[in-house]
Structures are given as C-alpha cells and as structure tokens.
C-alpha cells in the first residue's frame, strides 16, 4: 500500500515562515504531479500549489510571489515553502500524488492526512 506523510505545520505570526513536507512510501512505481491543497471549515478544498515530475510548477494565484514548491524525486517527497504568511492562509493542508503503483499502469491518486496551518494576526 501507500502512505503520504506530512509534517511541518503549525502556529505562526502573520509574516513568518512555514515549510510543509509530504513523504510517500510503499509500492510505488512512479509518481506524476504531486500538490498542495488546503481547505477551511465550510469550504471546498483548493489548489494551492502543483509540480510535476519534470518540475513545471503552478501556483494559485493568492499565494504566487509567496509560496514555492519543490520536490525530491529520489525521496518521494514534496515540500511546500510558506513566506509572508497570512491570517487567509489559515487551513488545514493537504499533500496529494498521482502515481503508479509496482506492477500496474493505472495512475491513481492518493491523499495525505492533512496538517494544519493557524497564522495569527
């Protein structure tokens, strides 16, 4: 089976700093775009940032300029940079992978436990 792993949440002051991994394991055979989501009580989850395996990223537009993403393939792992934190990025966020599992072709995708992010004012 698959396992996403995330880390690296937790309280900040408007204008610090974050950094967020995700960490896959298991029967893995590849892995294509991996991502961020995040998502707030009574909301839907949203994209927050995405990277593909060649390294192509995309941003939401409200937090460009903010956030980066980054990826080890050798490890399996995402990791999203938070900077210039806002009161609006509070969330729970959610690392997510489309991948191949050993012996198959389908692409399928799995999502991680969530960690929440609380930036205060």
């Known amino acids: 089976q698959v396992q996403l792993v995330e880390s690296g949440g937790g309280l900040v002051q408007a204008g610090g700093s974050l950094r967020l991994s995700c960490a896959a394991s298991g029967s893995i055979r590849s892995i294509n775009a991996m991502d961020w989501y995040r998502q707030t009580p009574g909301k839907q989850r949203e994209l927050v940032a995405a990277?593909?395996?060649?390294?192509?990223?995309n941003y939401a537009d409200s937090v460009k300029g903010r956030f980066t993403i980054s990826r080890d393939n050798a490890k399996n792992t995402v990791y999203l940079q938070m900077n210039s934190l806002k009161p609006e990025d509070t969330a729970v966020y959610y690392c997510?992978?489309?991948?191949?599992?050993?012996?198959?072709?389908?692409?399928?995708?799995?999502w991680g436990q969530g960690t929440q992010v609380t930036v205060s004012s």
């Open positions: 990277i593909t395996s060649g390294g192509t990223t």
């Open positions: 997510n992978a489309d991948l191949k599992l050993l012996g198959g072709r389908n692409v399928y995708a799995y």
